[in-house]
């Protein structure tokens, strides 16, 4: 019993150890029980007391204890497994101190608006001062990929962004080069006189600025060299301890003429008398070519030679002597590492050559053939860095090592002068290299034909798959050689669209027109069977340089054997008119004729591709043929008044008006009443002064189509002609049927003027104000206070909402001071990019600076985007009279004359004048062109 009372302490103790110990026993750790023997002994503190918590610590988990939280709490308890949390700081490093200072941090919080952050206000982050966990580090981990995954998604889009705002602050804000760009362009414009008579630029600053180191000077006069001339004395220097004018403060008695003592020879702190006058001279020389050179008629600068005096003097090479000292060390050190590579070798002569030392490239490059025999680019290498006689030795040694390189034996050809020695290399190359396509191409170049021929035949033997080989022999044969040659060539090469091409050309050069129809059709079929794709584009490109070639049988073959391939039904009509407005544009018209004609069969109704076809055989065919497209195209589409027209207007131009006549009369029965024709055949008869049949017609189309046109020639006619009181009436009877025509109140109130009955012309445009709609209205006030002299009643510019935009800038570009023109031209620019009156105002702008080439440029563009402007024919024409060739004027008239313009302001003044009523339209434009004063 007493030693079980002995030992029951001991496991009480050992129990209440565990108890107490029990986290450091949970956690892990090993700790000694303490003894009771050892408790007087042991009384140090306990190493584990005041230690923080292990990570995951629960009292008690060891012996089935679960963890809780509570409010206090901070956080979920944790296993002992789970990862690191620094949010249970250790007691003892968090203390009233820290507490204290960071609350005063908080108060002295900075609230200043530069320390306010978007996101995170002026405090920051609000959980910065909370710790940092691995699970945060992992979150931020995550968000910091995916922020970087989706800026590299937006990269590109906003460096678009970025790019484009930098490409408009440039152009809003220019540099200053940029701003004086134009005056830097027009130094090309400066003379070599002009050039030559700019003053030099002198040096501004004063004696003591120019030479820091100032020192006074007192130069030695004229009368001190003639009194020692005199006495013939020989010495040329002065001694610095001498006075000026020899006896004078000298030691010696004899004053120049006394020997230096002990020997003494002139030495560094001496004047050599002799070299100062040689100096003075040369100074002198230098200045009076400076004088002479200056003066006009007197130059002794040669400018072309100058020019070629300072290429001369440009260095070799580029870069820093240290960067080629480094470059020079790598290439070292890459040729010692593998002496046996061959761009280590030609880089180091390359690198040579560039810096001026071409005997040192020379030998690099020869030691790299040595070390590099079977390199075919070290050998030419070397050959073209060695000069002439030794270039062929090199090669002749690369032909040994290298016996089977084309191009080796290309430059051994290029290295010979005389052709009989090319020859003779070639033929050598080819006892070797037979198989060679490059070589038999130029071994037979230097030959005659008939000895091409013959080349050529053992050249087909040799290489039977060479396309180009094939038909240059086919070229050389005649008709029937020519015919098996290429059947051979089919033969062997299947595959290739050319040489069906080539027989197709050859026989239409030999007159067999109709074989060629059925050789592009076989090529076609062949081709397909032996796998081949035809691409529709490629064939089209053939029959583009067949119709250049003259084969127009080829061509169109080709056309209508392809046209149709890979496009669908819905698009045949579309892709097919593309097709021939890019054959236009190749001048290949050929082509573009056939794909005409064949989008005719396919499409006969259609009036559009009737009318296309018609504009292309207006502007590139002959008038036969454009009256015979259109014969066939009133057949195809009678009702289509735009083609019965072009075929009178034909007619009538040709001299053939009985023709025209028919023409109309057929258009009559196809079109009873229509305006356009009604009107077409008045102007056939007025233009051909039959006025009596002009006034039945208009009497006829009153009756059957009675229409404000048709009511508005009638009254012109009869106004021309004199006949006012005909034309007053007709007028009046127009304006009860169609009183909100403005053009018969205009021409009411016009007569009325001639007439000098001004009250009735006021009358008129008053009723035609009040009648018409409102941007008619606008007109006809304005048209009555200008044409009245009541300049003050005229609209505001703020009532024509109606008028294009680009004329109010066109006429804001002029209303600028000179300066200030050419930055309202780029807003105008800017604002109506393709506006005619913009593009004419700038052309304007260019002519006024005397930018001749600009302005010439700017005219074309003008009249190709609207060339029914009136006004930008007669301004171009007038520029072309003053600053164009004869040509260059023709070509401007004969363009205006087919581009047939109606509008423009200037334009119709002239155009709609009585006076001016049968006036063709090169004279209208010859009119208009005088009457332009270019003061803008």
Not at 184 to 199: D, G, M, Q, Y
Not at 422 to 445: D, G, P, Q, Y
């Amino acid at each position: 019993m007493a030693s079980a009372a002995a030992k029951q302490p001991s496991k009480n103790a050992t129990k209440g150890s565990a108890g107490a110990g029990g986290g450091a026993a949970a956690g892990g750790a090993a700790v000694p029980l303490a003894s009771p023997l050892m408790g007087g002994l042991n009384k140090k503190k306990k190493p584990f007391l005041g230690m923080p918590a292990p990570l995951g610590y629960v009292p008690g988990l060891g012996r089935g204890a679960t963890g809780f939280t509570t409010r206090s709490d901070i956080g979920p308890a944790r296993d002992a497994n789970d990862p690191v949390d620094d949010r249970h700081a250790p007691p003892g490093k968090r203390t009233v101190g820290d507490q204290m200072k960071k609350n005063q941090d908080d108060d002295d919080e900075d609230l200043n608006d530069t320390n306010y952050d978007e996101f995170n206000g002026y405090a920051g982050s609000l959980f910065s001062s909370g710790p940092y966990e691995k699970d945060d580090e992992e979150a931020d981990a995550i968000y910091a990929a995916l922020d970087k995954r989706m800026d590299e998604r937006r990269k590109e889009r906003r460096e678009l962004r970025e790019k484009e705002e930098i490409e408009k602050y440039r152009m809003e804000r220019p540099k200053i080069q940029q701003q004086f760009s134009d005056l830097k362009r027009k130094l090309a414009e400066v003379t070599e006189e002009e050039w030559l008579s700019i003053p030099d630029v002198g040096d501004a600053r004063n004696k003591r600025q120019r030479n820091p180191r100032y020192e006074k000077l007192t130069p030695v006069p004229d009368s001190f060299f003639a009194k020692h001339l005199q006495t013939g004395d020989n010495h040329t220097t002065v001694d610095p301890r001498q006075g000026q004018f020899g006896g004078l403060n000298t030691p010696f008695p004899g004053g120049l003429n006394t020997p230096y003592p002990g020997g003494m020879t002139p030495g560094a702190g001496e004047l050599d008398m002799r070299k100062i006058g040689q100096a003075r001279n040369t100074l002198m020389d230098m200045r009076l070519s400076q004088v002479s050179d200056s003066v006009s008629g007197q130059t002794v600068v040669d400018p072309k030679g100058y020019l070629t005096d300072l290429n001369s003097m440009i260095p070799t090479h580029g870069g820093d002597i240290s960067d080629i000292k480094k470059a020079r060390l790598l290439l070292k050190s890459v040729r010692e590492t593998n002496p046996h590579h061959p761009p280590a070798w030609i880089a180091s002569a390359r690198l040579e050559e560039v810096t001026g030392k071409l005997q040192v490239a020379r030998n690099l490059i020869m030691k790299g053939t040595e070390m590099c025999p079977k390199s075919e680019d070290v050998w030419l290498e070397a050959a073209r860095l060695q000069p002439g006689d030794t270039a062929k030795a090199v090669v002749a040694q690369a032909v040994r090592h290298l016996p089977q390189s084309v191009r080796i034996y290309i430059r051994a050809a290029e290295l010979e002068t005389d052709i009989r020695a090319k020859k003779r290399v070639l033929r050598k190359a080819l006892e070797n290299v037979s198989k060679s396509v490059r070589l038999w191409k130029t071994a037979v170049e230097l030959e005659e034909p008939e000895d091409a021929r013959i080349m050529l035949s053992r050249a087909v033997e040799c290489c039977p798959t060479s396309v180009e080989l094939w038909l240059a022999l086919a070229r050389l044969e005649t008709y029937e050689n020519a015919r098996r040659v290429l059947n051979k060539a089919r033969e062997n090469i299947p595959t290739d669209r050319h040489i069906w091409i080539t027989a197709a050309k050859l026989e239409e050069a030999n007159g067999n027109t109709q074989m060629v129809e059925k050789i592009i059709d076989r090529a076609i079929t062949s081709l397909r069977a032996n796998g081949v794709e035809i691409n529709r584009e490629q064939w089209i490109q053939d029959a583009e340089e067949c119709d250049k070639a003259g084969s127009v049988a080829t061509c169109q073959a080709v056309i209508r054997a392809v046209i149709g391939i890979g496009i669908e039904e819905e698009d045949c009509k579309h892709t097919w008119m593309e097709d021939a407005e890019s054959c236009v544009a190749h001048n290949a018209l050929e082509c573009a004729r056939a794909i005409y004609a064949h989008a005719l069969q396919v499409f006969p109704s259609k009036k559009s591709v009737w009318l296309r076809a018609a504009y292309f055989e207006k502007s590139h065919g002959t008038r036969e043929s454009l009256e015979a497209l259109l014969q066939r195209a009133v057949a195809h589409c009678p009702k289509a008044e735009v083609l019965w027209l072009m075929g009178a207007k034909s007619k009538w131009l040709a001299g053939d008006v009985p023709a025209a006549r028919s023409i109309l009369a057929l258009a009559f029965q196809a079109n009873p009443n229509s305006e356009e024709i009604w009107l077409a055949a008045v102007k056939l008869e007025s233009e051909n002064n039959e006025y009596e049949r002009a006034r039945k017609l208009l009497a006829k189309a009153r009756s059957s189509a009675p229409t404000a046109r048709v009511f508005m020639k009638s009254v012109k006619l009869e106004w021309v002609l004199g006949n006012i009181a005909a034309a007053q009436e007709l007028c009046s009877e127009a304006l009860k049927h169609y009183e909100d025509f403005p053009k018969l109140w205009m021409m009411k109130g016009q007569i009325e003027e001639q007439s000098e009955n001004m009250d009735k012309a006021r009358e008129a445009y008053n009723q035609g104000v009040r009648l018409t709609h409102r941007e008619v209205q606008l007109n006809l006030e304005c048209f009555l206070n200008v044409r009245l002299g009541q300049l003050t009643r005229i609209p505001s510019m703020k009532s024509f909402s109606f008028i294009s935009t680009g004329i109010l800038w066109a006429e804001a570009v002029f209303l600028e001071a000179r300066p200030q023109r050419k930055t309202k031209s780029v807003d105008a620019l800017k604002k109506c990019e393709h506006d005619p009156h913009v593009l004419l105002a700038v052309a304007k702008l260019f002519w006024s600076e005397r930018k001749i080439t600009k302005a010439r440029e700017w005219f074309l563009r003008t009249v190709k985007i609207e060339p029914d402007l009136g006004d930008a024919w007669a301004f171009f024409y007038k520029f072309e009279l003053q600053h164009g060739t004869e040509e260059q004027q023709e070509e401007v008239k004969k363009r205006c004359e087919n581009a047939e313009p109606r509008h423009g302001e200037l334009w119709c003044t002239e155009s709609k004048h009585i006076l001016n009523w049968q006036k063709k339209i090169g004279e209208i434009l010859v009119l208009v062109a005088v009457k332009i004063k270019n003061t803008f």
